[in-house]
């Protein structure tokens, strides 16, 4: 492919914010305003993947599942997966297809429903810690452990949820497929949510997961398949700090990889928040990549063009 490639992953708080209702009217806005921003990097010359989040749709659908329990069976988290991966990936295509109307760029664009091979063997299965759905009382929350066999833990005194495994993504199953669209001109929309966690048995037969994987490990896995030369990764701060939240905290500009893995190693990084985020980014450029920008997306255009962001580089 002459063209560069970008890969962009986003959470699915780019569709509905903290302060959101959720309602299909905030999710076309927020999509729309979604949209103004990743049409830039067509405008830069950038053929596009999208490698969204899921976390406050999988969310919803799970309290929905159980405001309905006497009526419907719960879905299991693979289909859950599957079903945010068409409705996001709808959403998305519609507001990107009206911007690249309105732009007079000729465009077109696939979402993909992706599965996701995870390794049964993974740790995370042995050590479910990813909380997912509604709050239980302690009552419901027994009785879906010996109902279901779920895992359930006490949430800093707001109630009981599940916690279910976050095993690391080993392939994208469509990996090639989007390779060969984005090589026709097409924007891909893969691995929504991290994709659809699966695994093979001894038969090769495939199976899904009662699990979640993180969008960014997925993101970056998809990135290094595709060899892209760009790496973006949208968050909820500007660029990434050290010490963060402390007096002494200071933001980053440009770093190398092997800074970024010195620093993750000295905890500057948490798990639970930027942490995913820097492995995913020490995963791709290890693995071939050329460049990663870490932002928010309100600062997205200013980034691309080197005015914010956290660039991170095999060298300096």
């Not at 037969?205 to 990764?233: P, Q, R, T």
Request: proline content about 5%.
């Amino acid at each position: 492919m002459s063209r560069q490639v970008a890969v962009i992953a986003f959470g699915g708080n780019v569709l509905i914010g903290p302060d959101d209702h959720g309602t299909m009217e905030e999710q076309r806005s927020n999509a729309d305003d979604a949209a103004r921003m990743l049409l830039e990097v067509l405008k830069r010359d950038y053929e596009m993947v999208l490698v969204h989040g899921n976390g406050p749709q999988v969310g919803n659908i799970l309290i929905r599942v159980e405001e309905s329990s006497t009526k419907i069976p719960p879905s299991t988290l693979d289909i859950c997966v599957a079903d945010t991966e068409g409705s996001m990936g709808y959403l998305i295509e519609l507001a990107l297809r009206n911007r690249l109307r309105r732009a007079g760029m000729e465009k077109e664009l696939v979402t993909l429903v992706t599965e996701v091979e995870v390794s049964a063997d993974d740790t995370a299965f042995q050590n479910p810690t990813k909380p997912i759905g509604p709050f239980y009382t302690k009552f419901r929350a027994r009785m879906m452990e010996e109902e279901f066999g779920w895992q359930m833990v006490e949430d800093s005194g707001r109630g009981y949820r599940r916690v279910v495994p976050s095993p690391k993504p080993v392939r994208i199953l469509q990996a090639d497929v989007a390779r060969r669209l984005l090589d026709q001109g097409l924007v891909v929309n893969v691995a929504g949510g991290g994709g659809i966690p699966v695994s093979f048995d001894d038969e090769g037969m495939m199976h899904g997961e009662e699990a979640v994987i993180d969008k960014d490990y997925s993101a970056s896995l998809m990135a290094s398949a595709l060899e892209a030369d760009l790496f973006v990764i949208l968050t909820g701060v500007a660029r990434v700090c050290v010490d963060f939240g402390r007096p002494t905290q200071r933001a980053l500009d440009v770093i190398t990889v092997d800074k970024a893995r010195r620093l993750l190693d000295e905890g500057q990084f948490p798990p639970g928040s930027m942490g995913p985020k820097i492995r995913a980014s020490i995963d791709f450029l290890e693995s071939g990549g050329k460049e990663v920008i870490i932002t928010s997306p309100e600062m997205f255009v200013p980034a691309m063009d080197g005015r914010s962001g956290t660039r991170i580089r095999k060298e300096k």
